[in-house]
């Protein structure tokens, strides 16, 4: 087969329209083959071909005979030595760090590990076995694609409502999506998902991983697979398994058609991606990729034993963000899902690692000045979660301006408040006010802060007011693996019950903790199904539960559907009142010469919280009036932010309390938007003279209806 000099850049297969360019990067190689296989099911590879140029330590030539469609991986030649942190062998044919799409996936065997398993010095033996008939091979595409007007969605992020989401999970078990979809990246771009995203108010759908991913070897072993997605082998191809077509090219197309049809809507698109380590695990992993193209420049290893890698992360091995070739090929990735699969931001998984210059975390490393100066990568939404496992890992508040993050200590204190730990009152109302302790000393705005009471991880929000402990037990672990512990409060009896009275109080608790998501400042994040009150049963690890156990259940019965149009009117009041999505924080101080305070908190009497009440102690009831008509402010569009005032009434305590209203303009009429106890009052309108029966565990919304002129 012809071959020409081709081109170092870019890296990758690159069609032209008239051939291929293969291009490799790698350091300490001595030799580069790229191995072309003529269909997946081929043991051997149809031609060897060494790539005949290296260019700036990158390996590349020119093929004017390969097409869109062609399968491919490289073998890469140089030390086996592992004590010195190298681990070439030839024998074992890599997938290229940049395939746009993956033609073949791996098929588990011994083979496809570098060293002799079983042997007496481990990974030091270099297994001869070739791994060609198992290795995951890479496919050319054509990357062209009709994308019309498409545009990013204009949404303020002050202004976005975020919802977590697993690509399967959410259509696999849908009715009124085809069955040919449900599971796939179009069933989530169907009708039936974008009408409910639409009813729902949500305006960003954040898609756990969908890199392509390897399933652990251990989890095949017990008839499990990682369902979540957090073990990425190739950082620019989509997974496969969620096409509908089950082919690497058409997984691009597929997913492209998703964005297109989400963006159509208004719906941005942010994905979770996991730079952070590879799904070779350490070093007795397989070498399925980086580890066989140049061990020592993509890995952070030991200084004082190569051998071995430093894992801040938990899953093995940590990517070397010292080094510029890795660090090119992470922000390669995230260019390429920006400029070709149109994507609107992501979300960094233990973002923190990627901090880390040499062992402490640095917000101001090269991770970070590389994104801020890029004009592409600067402008998309960038959200940390901002921890790993590593001395000094849990970073929150600490990550650089124009970055929104995880907000842990949010999902914390609003659990804690909801228990009823009452020495948690001020934490909370700093919560509920976009967290400023964190982010307003570094001159970050509330939006910084992603709220969130449950996410992917750990419980679902049924399951966190219905169990005290977790049952992992179909995990395979012992339930040794998962979140230790619950900070919620399960009404006393755990699990299923027909128990109408704990039925009943873990309905109002749900309610509680949608309601004070769509009542904080910041951008709240839905995890998918809690709308639908699904369960998990306990399980709050369910990273393998590829199953119903994971899947949505959209047969709702009247308990369920009542909840769904609760968080629906929830989001809905969010979206609606400037004052719920402030882009500032609020002062605490009259505005512009007035006497209207921007916030007010309250005691039950009905008294402004002063410092002593601050101070007292232990008290699980507090009220805030948020003045949204006497604020004029404007926001990077140029709208202004005057909406309706609210008062907000959240009582932690087992008992009802009589809540007196407060008036700091003159005679004020309150009606009531909704109470999260059931049956509703009678009652809904209120003025000063009155008090309002706050139940136990509960929270009440009031919208000031009237103001009456001051008597002079």
């Given at each position: 087969m012809?071959?020409?000099p081709?081109r170092p ?8 329209g ?5 291009s ?6 001595t030799?580069v ?6 269909a997946p099911e ?7 071909i ?5 260019t700036?330590?990158a390996w590349?030539?020119y093929?004017?005979?390969v ?5 491919y991986?490289?073998?890469v030649h140089?030390?086996?030595d592992?004590?010195s942190?190298?681990?070439f062998n ?5 997938l ?7 033609g073949?996936?791996l098929?588990w065997?011994d083979?496809?590990?570098g060293y ?5 010095d481990?990974d030091l ?5 070739d791994?060609?008939a ?11 694609f009709?994308w019309?007007?498409?545009?990013p ?21 849908h009715?009124?999506v085809?069955?040919?979809l449900r ?6 771009a169907?009708q ?13 759908v954040e898609?756990?991983?969908?890199h392509?991913r ?15 997605g ?10 496969t398994?969620?096409?509908?077509a089950?082919v ?14 989400l963006h159509?809507?208004g719906i941005?698109v ?8 590879t799904a070779e ?5 397989p070498?399925l990729?980086l580890r066989?193209?140049?061990?020592a420049s ?5 200084p004082e034993?190569?051998?071995y890698?430093?894992d801040?992360?938990?899953c ?7 080094h ?13 899902w920006v ?7 992501f979300r960094f998984d233990?973002?923190?690692a ?6 402490e975390v640095?917000?101001?490393g090269?991770f ?7 004009p592409v990568l600067?402008?998309?939404?960038l959200?940390?979660?901002?921890w ?6 849990y970073?929150?508040?600490n ?5 929104n993050?995880?907000?842990?200590e ?10 009823g730990?009452g020495s ?7 919560r509920?006010?976009?967290s400023?302790?964190?982010y ?15 996410a992917?991880d750990?419980f ?10 977790k ?10 693996d998962?979140?230790?512990h ?5 009404c006393g009896v755990?699990g ?11 309905e109002?608790q749900k309610?509680?903790f949608?309601a004070t ?6 951008v709240p994040m ?5 709308e ?6 306990g399980n ?5 539960q590829?199953n119903?156990l ?7 019965d ?6 769904l149009?609760?968080v629906t ?8 009142q400037p ?8 002062q605490?101080?009259a505005?512009?010469?007035?006497d209207?305070?921007?916030?007010v908190w309250?005691d039950?009497?009905g008294k402004?919280?002063t ?24 926001d990077e569009r140029g709208e202004?932010?005057?909406g309706?005032t609210?008062?907000?009434?959240l009582?932690?305590e087992?008992n009802?309390?009589?809540f007196?209203f407060?008036s ?8 009531l ?8 009052p ?11 029966p706050?139940r136990g565990?509960s929270?009440a ?9 001051r008597?002079?």
């Amino acid at each position: 087969m012809r071959v020409w000099p081709g081109r170092p850049y870019p890296l990758g297969a690159t069609w032209d329209g008239g051939g291929v360019n293969f291009s490799l990067f790698s350091e300490h190689a001595t030799k580069v083959e790229l191995c072309l296989f003529d269909a997946p099911e081929e043991k051997r590879e149809s031609a060897r071909i060494k790539l005949p140029e290296q260019t700036d330590l990158a390996w590349h030539g020119y093929l004017p005979d390969v097409r869109p469609g062609q399968l491919y991986g490289y073998r890469v030649h140089g030390s086996y030595d592992p004590a010195s942190g190298h681990r070439f062998n030839p024998n074992k044919v890599l997938l290229d760090p940049y395939a746009r799409a993956v033609g073949r996936d791996l098929t588990w065997g011994d083979e496809l590990f570098g060293y002799s398993i079983g042997h007496n010095d481990e990974d030091l033996s270099m297994d001869e076995r070739d791994s060609a008939a198992v290795a995951p091979l890479a496919m050319v595409i054509d990357t062209a694609f009709t994308w019309g007007d498409d545009a990013p969605p204009a949404i303020a992020r002050h202004k976005m409502v975020i919802y977590e989401a697993h690509v399967k999970g959410f259509s696999q078990r849908h009715p009124k999506v085809p069955e040919e979809l449900r599971g796939t990246y179009l069933g989530l771009a169907s009708q039936p998902a974008i009408e409910h995203f639409l009813k729902l108010g949500v305006n960003a759908v954040e898609l756990m991983p969908v890199h392509h991913r390897v399933d652990d070897k251990h989890l095949v072993d017990r008839g499990l697979n990682n369902y979540w997605g957090y073990n990425t082998l190739a950082f620019l191809a989509p997974e496969t398994r969620y096409a509908s077509a089950g082919v690497g090219a058409e997984s691009v197309r597929e997913f492209k058609q998703m964005v297109h049809a989400l963006h159509s809507a208004g719906i941005g698109v942010i994905l979770d991606v996991v730079y952070n380590h590879t799904a070779e695990g350490n070093h007795l992993g397989p070498t399925l990729s980086l580890r066989g193209i140049d061990n020592a420049s993509y890995y952070r290893l030991l200084p004082e034993d190569p051998r071995y890698y430093k894992d801040y992360t938990g899953c093995g091995n940590t990517l070397n963000m010292l080094h510029p070739r890795a660090l090119q090929l992470i922000m390669d990735s995230l260019r390429y899902w920006v400029l070709e699969m149109h994507v609107d931001g992501f979300r960094f998984d233990l973002a923190s690692a990627l901090a880390r210059e040499l062992h402490e975390v640095d917000k101001l490393g090269a991770f970070f000045d590389i994104i801020h100066q890029d004009p592409v990568l600067s402008q998309v939404n960038l959200i940390a979660e901002p921890w790993d496992l590593g001395e000094g890992g849990y970073q929150v508040g600490n990550f650089p301006v124009g970055w929104n993050e995880w907000n842990g200590e949010y999902r914390d204190t609003i659990r804690r408040f909801w228990r009823g730990d009452g020495s948690t009152a001020p934490e909370f109302a700093t919560r509920l006010c976009g967290s400023s302790d964190l982010y307003e000393p570094s001159n970050r705005r509330p939006y910084a802060s992603v709220n969130f009471v449950t996410a992917h991880d750990g419980f679902s929000l049924e399951d966190l007011v219905s169990y005290n402990e977790k049952h992992n037990e179909a995990n395979g672990e012992e339930n040794r693996d998962g979140e230790s512990h619950n900070l919620s409060w399960n009404c006393g009896v755990e699990g299923p019950t027909d128990d109408a009275e704990v039925l009943a109080l873990r309905e109002r608790q749900k309610r509680n903790f949608m309601a004070t998501l769509m009542l904080s400042q910041g951008v709240p994040m839905i995890r998918a199904g809690d709308e639908l009150s699904h369960t998990q049963q306990g399980n709050n690890n369910a990273y393998c539960q590829d199953n119903e156990l994971s899947w949505l259940d959209w047969e709702l019965d009247d308990r369920r559907k009542q909840f769904l149009d609760f968080v629906t009117r929830a989001v809905a009041l969010k979206q609606q009142q400037p004052v719920l999505h402030r882009p500032k924080f609020f002062q605490g101080r009259a505005i512009r010469g007035t006497d209207v305070k921007d916030i007010v908190w309250l005691d039950p009497s009905g008294k402004e919280m002063t410092d002593e009440g601050w101070n007292a102690g232990v008290f699980r009831a507090i009220g805030m009036r948020l003045a949204g008509d006497a604020i004029e402010e404007v926001d990077e569009r140029g709208e202004r932010l005057i909406g309706d005032t609210l008062l907000v009434l959240l009582n932690a305590e087992e008992n009802e309390l009589e809540f007196a209203f407060w008036s700091q303009q003159g005679n004020e009429q309150w009606e009531l938007l909704f109470d999260t106890a059931e049956p509703p009052p009678e009652k809904t309108t209120f003025t000063q003279a009155d008090t309002f029966p706050l139940r136990g565990r509960s929270t009440a919304v009031f919208r000031l209806s009237k103001l009456e002129q001051r008597e002079e």
